[in-house]
């Protein structure tokens, strides 16, 4: 049977997925939304809020490996919607755990993954958070260059890390840090691994933390690493198949970078699901503004000019949802992204959460400019999905490269 026959073509999402949408809709509705405005302001993560989203089993590792794993793709994008829709900055902070998860579960052996991952999640009763560190000062889009250095100690049988991170999502506060070192600068991205740094590690620290323009309430640092000597196991995926990569990259053989553009295709969705819930957010507050406000004794949203606005802004974001479940669809399906559509789909939804959330502040006019309303903040945070997991140019440069074949720079 193919995949094709497997899934039947369908728009109506089913029962499951529909069950998760409204469970994790009423959760948005009643618990993230009201803590939004003091968290932004507060620019802290929210313990409290992360506790009640365990106690219920939505911040778990069960739930998210239920929803990457459901079969028709859907459950990750629909679950992070509803989610990002409540607040992006606490849903990031629900959510950041799941970028160091998933890149033990995606290439790390099963021990790595039945050892680590439970503890980057911890329990309902004492939340823990897990943290991906790739990022360095000078090596944000440029992944190859990442400077921070892994050295084997085989007479210990130990890695030692040393290097500054930065513009970690849960940097310094993590149970579980996954950090990206280079073990051969020479061979660039091809001799990098990612290393597990499990909790109360000497030598790694937190740096600074930075006061942002949104996502106030997600925890951004620099993470730190001086002398950091972890057991030789916790190479992720084992130190056996780094050295057999490794060789296949000294004899030359081009395999460089296909696996892990093939994640990024997969993982991006996601991202473009998360601007989806911020968009959307921001279009519902504007379209009930437009059908109330008065000016010139007529609600504003009669004049042609904001509905014509809000015309747009519903149009984007289906057509943004359309492409992200796509994505999702062919990821859970195994096809292949021979238009880099993972990238697209990133690459739509978070154009279309900066362009709507903007919209919507013209509608709303000076309420609009205000921290009296919401819209101001969604502005803000909507921004950072045209930065994070591959800037806007980036994703072009990868579907322009995918769609002419060319090595365009
Ligand atoms: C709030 C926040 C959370 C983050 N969380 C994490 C995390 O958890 N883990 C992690 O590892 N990283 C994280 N990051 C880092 C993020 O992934 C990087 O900021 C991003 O990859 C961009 O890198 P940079 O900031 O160094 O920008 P740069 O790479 O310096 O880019 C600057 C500008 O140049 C453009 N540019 C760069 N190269 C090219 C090119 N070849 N062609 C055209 N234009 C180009 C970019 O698009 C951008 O407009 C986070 C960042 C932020 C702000």
Redesign the pocket.
Known sequence: MTSAEAAPFSLEPGEDIRQVRDWVHEFARDVVRPAAEEWDEREETPWPIIQEAAKIGLYSLDFFATQWLEPTGLGIPVAFEELFWGDAGIALSIV?TG?AAASVAATGTPEQVGEWVPQMFGTADEVKLG?????EPD????VGSIRTRAVYDEAKDEWVLNGT?T?????GIANVHVVVASVYPELGSRGQASFIVPPDTPGLRQGQK?R?HG?RA?H?AEVILEDVRIPGRLIVGGKERFDERIARAREGKRTKGQAALKTFETTRPAVGAMALGVARAAYEYALQYACEREQFGKKIGEFQAIAFKLADMKTRIDAARLMVWRAAWMARAGHDFANAEGSMAKLMASETAVHVTEEAIQILGGNGYTREYPVERMHRDSK?FT????????QR?VIGRAVTGLPI?
């Open positions: 950041g970028l943290a991906f560190c790739a990022s090596a944000g889009s440029d991170k513009w970690a999502t849960n940097g930075f942002k996502i997600s951004t950072i930065i994070f997991e591959g800037t806007s140019e980036i440069l720079r």
